[in-house]
T-cell receptor, first 112, second 114 residues
């Protein structure tokens, strides 16, 4: 089985721009979660989607949004980028929730 | 915000020695999981322990959970250079919302010297 695939792996954007990150979960997994990892704040939960519905949301501003498609693939979008949005963004998939999560390799976003 | 603290923040040992990492958390949990991360890459799931379990083993890994103290420990026995990585504990808690939200600790950076 293919693992969780995140694209792109690296991104450099300018302040004020917007960005879309993509995540393809493991086949059959319906739950997709997103996390932000920074040296200062560590790993923080952004949101979780299950069957195209947002089931949980972390404490991030509205500039961070996401969606899930009928094939369980998910995208997250960050609008009006700020320098502080520079981070490793990780996507994780699981069968239905509460159990082990499988992570992708992440997208390294640098905002300049 | 992070669930709690991991202790120590960094650990350096010789190959063959045992490594112990501790994790404390703040809220009730349904399960606690440990993950490994190699140098800025994705996380790899190591082991999951449910709130009604006290100890679990998987290969060279041993995890304990003390819900009364809200703490867990991960023991890696007979460490190898390949075990060099950051290790994170993560808790899961749900009420009526059966969502899958992991709340991570700050992590322990383990270096195993050959």
């Amino acid at each position: 089985k293919a693992g969780v695939t995140q694209t792109p792996r690296y991104l450099i954007k300018t302040r004020g721009q917007q960005v879309t990150l993509s995540c393809s979960p493991i086949s059959g997994h319906r739950s997709v979660s997103w996390y932000q990892q920074t040296p200062g704040q560590g790993l923080q939960f952004l949101f979780e989607y299950f069957s195209e519905t947002q089931r949980n949301k972390g404490n991030f501003p509205g500039r961070f949004s996401g969606r899930q498609f009928s094939n369980s693939r998910s995208e997250m979008n960050v609008s009006t980028l700020e320098l502080g949005d520079s981070a490793l963004y990780l996507c994780a998939s699981s069968l239905a929730g509460q159990g082990k999560a499988f992570f992708g390799q992440g997208t390294r976003l640098t905002v300049v | 915000s992070q669930q709690g603290e991991e202790d120590p923040q960094a650990l350096s040992i010789q190959e063959g020695e045992n490594a112990t990492m501790n994790c404390s958390y703040k809220t009730s949990i349904n399960n606690l999981q440990w993950y490994r991360q190699n140098s800025g890459r994705g996380l790899v799931h190591l082991i999951l322990i449910r709130s009604n379990e006290r100890e679990k083993h998987s290969g060279r890994l041993r995890v304990t959970l003390d819900t009364s103290k809200k703490s867990s420990s991960l023991l890696i026995t007979a460490s190898r250079a390949a075990d060099t990585a950051s290790y994170f504990c993560a808790t899961v808690w749900w009420n009526n919302n059966a969502g899958n939200m992991l709340t991570f600790g700050g992590g322990t950076r383990l270096m195993v010297k050959p």
